[in-house]
């Protein structure tokens, strides 16, 4: 079982940055892929970067250039680190793992609020 616990949102202005992390549970860590959503109001929850378990990583077209997801598996924590933020980032971001077998979890979520 994997419980997942985000961090670091916040409100911050235009052309800003914020470091989001993402705590995992379990002792399979390294084998998971872990992965970034996020959810602005009244729109679909879009996928936003991705890293797998041999840290091959893949980013939305909008996010390109501007955003880098890593991971930590000796913390068992994840990160998306978010520069030159813009007002269209705006919303609640949430961490995803995908055991090896192919099970799916969901964090609860971080506001980020981008000021113009």
């Known amino acids: 079982q994997v419980q997942l616990v985000e961090s670091g949102g916040g409100l911050v202005q235009a052309g800003g940055s914020l470091r989001l992390s993402c705590a995992a549970s379990g002792r399979v860590f390294s084998m998971n892929s872990m992965a970034w959503y996020r959810q602005a109001p009244g729109n679909q929850r879009e996928w936003v970067a991705g890293?797998?378990?041999?840290?091959?990583?893949n980013y939305a077209d909008s996010v390109k250039g501007r955003f880098t997801i890593s991971r930590d598996n000796a913390k068992t924590t994840s990160y998306l680190q978010m520069n030159s933020l813009k007002p269209e980032d705006t919303g609640v971001y949430y961490c995803r793992s995908i055991s090896s077998d192919g099970y799916v979890y969901w964090g609860q979520g971080t506001q980020v609020t981008v000021s113009s």
């Open positions: 890293v797998s378990s041999g840290d091959s990583r």
